[in-house]
């Protein structure tokens, strides 16, 4: 295992998904449904819809999709 420890490498095959991975994929998987269902609608109704279910990911900083934001000048 170049470049690894041994005791990384055991943490990481324990738990290969991190949190924040499994909890995006959650959100885009329920955001992929809302938007399959009601095709005609856009960004506004899924991020709503989202927020109804009390989905919410990221911050001020980050966009729904756990995409870093462009920073502010």
Same mark, same amino acid.
């Given at each position: 295992?170049p ?8 943490? @990481?095959?324990?738990?290969?998904? +991190?949190?924040?991975? @499994?909890d995006?994929a ?5 955001? *992929?449904? *809302?938007?399959?269902?009601? /095709?005609?609608?856009?960004y506004?109704? *899924?991020t709503g819809e989202?927020a109804a279910?009390?989905?919410? +990911? %990221? ?6 999709? %756990?995409? /870093?934001?462009?920073?502010?000048r």
């Amino acid at each position: 295992m170049p470049g690894f420890s041994r005791q990384a490498f055991y943490a @990481w095959k324990h738990n290969p998904v +991190s949190r924040r991975d @499994w909890d995006d994929a959650h959100l885009i998987n329920a955001a *992929i449904d *809302i938007h399959a269902g009601d /095709p005609a609608f856009g960004y506004r109704f *899924i991020t709503g819809e989202l927020a109804a279910a009390g989905m919410f +990911s %990221g911050g001020e900083d980050q966009c729904k999709w %756990g995409v /870093p934001a462009k920073p502010s000048r």
